[in-house]
């Protein structure tokens, strides 16, 4: 990578980043956060300049999972830069294969909130859901078409809140005797509201199907009740 600096403006070019499971299984960035991070010292207010990263790529591997988990992002593009005295305001964009990672977000650093946007596009997931086989899983397809979700979160009182809209194409699933097979879509909605003094948190979801064959219901023994 390459780095210019003008000021309180710093521009990388082409950043690499390898993130890796060791056999142990910690990961190998575990001893460079725990050193840059130090319980006994209160953190100071972050002072950032504006920073800019172009044509990033970050690579995750797990060589302890089977199959071995390995996924590339490609094209990452970073703008951060201080929005007033109080905020920190960034966006973020990615591709992974031919899908398309969008985020942004702001992080008051007085109040300690983080608010987040984040969307995804035309993303297959089949080959990353396949690791659910432990839990009897099986996907065949899956097609991601478009995934929004808006996240906040207070790191004081632990508050969080979640609303997130997800359209899903092209799907084959099977879970024991109940498989899942469309072409058509599935849409699913869902708003969490967590907060700390209440470990239940508030979920409401809905779920929509077309053009869809659920099969195998009738072996469910509960569904007769």
């Given at each position: 990578?390459?780095?210019?600096?003008?000021?309180?403006?710093?521009?990388?070019?082409?950043?690499?980043?390898?993130?890796?499971?060791?056999?142990?299984?910690?990961?190998?960035?575990?001893?460079?956060?725990?050193?840059?991070?130090?319980p006994t010292k209160p953190t100071p207010p972050l002072v950032i300049a504006k920073i800019k990263v172009i044509g990033?790529?970050?690579?995750?591997?797990?060589?302890?999972?089977?199959?071995n988990f390995l996924k590339k992002f490609n094209n990452l593009n970073l703008d951060m830069a201080p929005g007033g005295f109080k905020d920190i305001i960034f966006k973020l964009s990615a591709e992974l294969n031919k899908s398309k990672i969008f985020?942004?977000?702001?992080?008051?650093?007085?109040k300690k909130i983080l608010a987040v946007n984040?969307?995804?596009?035309?993303?297959?997931?089949?080959?990353?859901?396949?690791y659910l086989d432990a839990f009897e899983v099986?996907?065949?397809?899956?097609?991601?078409?478009?995934?929004?979700?808006?996240?906040?979160?207070?790191?004081?009182?632990?508050?969080?809140?979640?609303?997130?809209?997800?359209?899903i194409a092209d799907f084959?699933?099977?879970?024991?005797?109940?498989?899942?097979?469309?072409?058509?879509?599935?849409?699913?909605?869902?708003?969490?509201n967590q907060r700390l003094k209440n470990p239940n948190p508030d979920l409401s979801a809905s779920l929509e199907l077309e053009n869809t064959k659920i099969d195998g219901l009738k072996d469910i023994g509960w569904l007769e009740k």
């Open positions: 990578s390459s780095r210019q600096s003008d000021g309180f403006f710093r521009r990388i070019d082409h950043p690499r980043l390898s993130i890796e499971r060791q056999n142990d299984l910690t990961w190998n960035i575990e001893h460079f956060l725990k050193e840059k991070v130090s990033g790529e970050i690579s995750i591997n797990d060589p302890t999972a089977q199959p985020i942004d977000g702001k992080f008051n650093q007085s984040c969307e995804v596009k035309d993303i297959q997931l089949a080959d990353t859901l396949q099986s996907i065949n397809s899956l097609l991601l078409e478009n995934a929004k979700a808006a996240i906040k979160y207070s790191f004081d009182s632990g508050d969080l809140k979640v609303e997130a809209k997800t359209n084959d699933i099977k879970t024991g005797h109940v498989s899942i097979r469309g072409l058509g879509k599935l849409s699913f909605s869902t708003l969490v």
